[in-house]
Structures are given as C-alpha cells and as structure tokens.
C-alpha cells in the first residue's frame, strides 16, 4: 500500500483538556479546550473549538439505468434562508438519519419508502464522507440505489409527524446533469452522487439495463 494519503497523526495526536454541552436540543452543541500534535514537532497551545454533534445519516442516488432517470425530492431547508439570492428549496437526494440498531441498507430502505413511496431493487455503496469536519460530527453513507421508474408515482411524500413535506420528481440525467453546470443543483450530497453517475453511468446501463 502506498504510504501517500497516509495521515501523519492518530486519535491519541490530540488532547481533550475540555468538553463541555453548551446546547442540547434536537441537535447538540459541545465546546472543547484541545491541543494538538504540530508537523513541524511539539504541541500546540490551547485551542477553544465548537462541535455540532448531529450524528450519521445515509443518502441514495435512485437511479432507473432502463429509462435513464434519477428520482430526485424538493423539499424546505432552513440554513438556505441564509442566503437572500438563492430559493430554500433545494433538489436532493433521498436521505435520513441513521438510528441505533438499524443496518444502513435498512434505513435507505425505509427513506426510500417515506420520502418517495419507492422500492429499492439493488444497493451499492458508493462513499462515506464527513460532512463539514471542521466543525461538525456527522458522516454520510452514500449508496446507488437501482429503481424501476414505472412504479414510482410523483407527487407528495413524507411524514407528517415530521413536518415533512417532500415532493418527488422523476429528472432525467442529461437534465440532472445540465442542473449541476448551472447551479439548481447545489447541495453537496446531490453533487457528489451525479458526479459519480457521470462516470459510471454507462457501465450501470449495461448492468442493469437489459
């Protein structure tokens, strides 16, 4: 195995002096005092950093290699009200929280069910990321999801106990990818799975197309 990309420091690199929650609500907030091992050698001073704990999620590019169509949801997102110019209504990928005691392939089962009515015939995973390491904890699975798109039904999806209010649209891929080059996609969960799909699109219709 090639020693590049290989990093230079571990978990014990790094000493917790702190951690406090400064904010538990449906997420949490904890503040830590660290310091951390330096490449030039020795250790750094003190640091004061905040950490939004938020937990791991999946996410799943539903893909129908016959049709060449991606099932993509709108929905309401409240950090893009931080942003005058752009709608807070973003185009994502179906996605969820992971829960104890559920495998991942189980919850993009189940998101798949809630947010798109959709049946899930085969997974792949594809990465699993951090989301924003700098300041927050979460991970994200991300899986091919293969569909047949003459069962899916457009329309509204989600759960009402959870104030979702999801609409499903089927896109095809050219339209998808046009939708990247001119930014009404542009959340990093949806880049990241057309970008894949633009490389491995052909061999998915080979595979799953006959």
């Known amino acids: ?10 978990q014990d690199s790094v000493e917790i002096l702190e951690k406090h929650t400064v904010f538990q609500g449906f997420f949490r907030f904890d503040k830590l005092r660290i310091k951390t ?13 905040e950490v939004f704990v938020r937990g791991n999620a999946v996410g799943v590019l539903l893909y129908d290699p016959i049709t060449d169509q991606l099932l993509m949801v709108e929905q309401f997102r409240p950090g893009c009200l ?11 990928l ?8 559920e495998s991942l392939e189980s919850v993009v089962h189940r998101e798949a069910e809630e947010e798109a009515g959709c049946k899930v015939r085969h997974l792949e995973h ?17 899986f091919l999801g293969i569909i ?7 329309g509204i999806y989600g759960l009402a106990e959870e104030d979702e209010d999801i609409r499903v649209e089927l896109v095809n891929a050219a339209e998808a990818f046009r939708g ?13 799975g057309l970008q894949w799909l633009q490389l491995n699109r052909e061999r998915l219709q080979e595979t799953y197309g006959a």
């Open 82 to 92: 931080y942003e005058s110019s752009q709608s807070p209504w973003q185009f994502e």
């Open 1 to 10: 195995m090639s020693e590049q990309l290989t990093p230079t420091f571990a």
């Open 94 to 101: 179906v996605a969820g929280m992971t829960e104890d005691g």
């Open 180 to 192: 990247l080059q001119d930014g009404r996609i542009n959340n990093a969960m949806a880049i990241i």
């Open 37 to 49: 091992r330096k490449f030039a050698g020795g250790w750094s001073d003190v640091m004061s950093r």
């Open 148 to 154: 047949d798109s003459g069962d899916i039904q457009e």
């Open 126 to 142: 594809l990465y699993k990321y951090w989301v924003s390491p700098g300041g927050m904890d979460e991970q994200i699975d991300l």
